[in-house]
């Protein structure tokens, strides 16, 4: 593969450090570790351990990344070989990695990783083995469906121009991979402590997306000390915009930068997710003024009466 890093050391290396957890063999030698379950979720894909697939750090341009989504964990591609996806394994190298994952969605490498904007592929295809671009055997050319629909609300902050290689990053609280989020609850404590800080604090975005009830009970309330009813499921859609904002939104400082923290329902898990219906245009043109830094982040001591603001126009 050839092509340019879009980004610099830090996030590289901190990239290089997450695809290299020494955690991963720490819970293969022991099923008390918190995060022996998600780890152990391969073992039944490959046969040999240089073949485990390792953690992915975040999709997208992190340091760049105006806005950032926080998700579960990571999903796995079970095709056989050589009809899934090229994703880096313990036969990498942890340079080969780290530059895997900064450039992943960068269109200049011959041949991309991971389709967008590309003349001929619809959105996010991964790169597979056989060189053919495909999200899964059963559904080929259909868009990988977490990322399209992280997309559409990426396009519904940032506009048109929204981009992954550029200007947004979707990144997890736990990094190994496995399907339908097993193994996330026993892991999530130790893998946000071990990274989260980090990769946040690695990136400008001033407006955070939390997608999901794990995101929401193992970071958002655990973490950001956010209220028992931030993001409940409970009644949600006969909610008002106002109820829902003035519940569903925080501030915290990460990384020594203040941050809005959005609760939003997981990409592909419900229907009611577009933010212009969620929480209504003001709320919506309140975070692009954010991320295009034509207002600061208000104190979290302020933000319940900004919230009463943008409705009371």
């Known amino acids: 593969m050839e092509g340019i890093d879009p980004v610099g050391a830090d996030a590289k290396n901190l990239a290089r450090e997450i695809a290299s957890c020494a955690s991963v063999s720490e819970a293969l030698l022991s ?29 997208g ?39 895997f994952f900064v450039n992943r969605c960068n269109q200049a490498m011959e041949p991309p990783y991971v389709t967008f904007a590309n003349s001929k592929h619809p959105n996010f295809l991964t790169l597979c083995h056989d060189g053919e671009y495909r999200s899964g055997v059963s559904t080929p050319k259909r868009p990988q469906p977490t990322w399209n629909n992280t997309h559409k609300r990426a396009v519904e902050l940032l506009g048109a121009e929204a981009n992954p290689h550029s200007n947004y990053a979707i990144t997890e609280i736990v990094h190994c991979k496995s399907k339908n989020a097993k193994g996330v609850e026993e892991a999530s404590s ?10 946040i604090s690695a990136s400008p975005a001033k407006v955070i997306i939390l997608l999901g009830s794990n995101v929401r009970d193992f970071y958002a309330k655990r973490i950001l000390k956010a209220d028992d009813e931030f993001g409940s499921n409970y009644n949600y859609g006969n909610l008002s915009q ?48 954010i991320i295009a830094g034509r207002i600061e982040v208000p104190v979290p001591i302020e933000l319940e009466k900004v919230i009463k603001n943008l409705f009371a126009r």
């Open 31 to 59: 099923t008390s570790h918190p995060c022996s379950k998600v780890v152990r979720e391969q073992d039944k894909l490959i046969s040999v351990e240089i073949k485990r697939q390792r953690p992915e750090p975040w999709f």
């Open 61 to 99: 341009n992190l340091e760049q990344a105006k806005l950032l989504f926080v998700s579960s964990n990571p999903s796995i591609n079970e095709d056989p070989y050589p009809l899934g996806e090229v994703f880096p394994t313990y036969e990498w190298s942890e340079d080969e990695s780290a530059s």
């Open 190 to 199: 130790f893998c946000v402590e071990k990274w989260m800080n980090s990769t």
């Open 242 to 289: 106002f109820q829902r904002a003035s519940r569903d939104i925080l501030i915290a400082d990460i990384g020594g930068v203040p941050r809005v923290f959005v609760f939003n329902w997981h990409p592909t898990a419900r229907a009611l997710r577009v933010f212009g219906t969620v929480y209504g245009d003001g709320v919506v043109t309140w975070l692009q003024d």
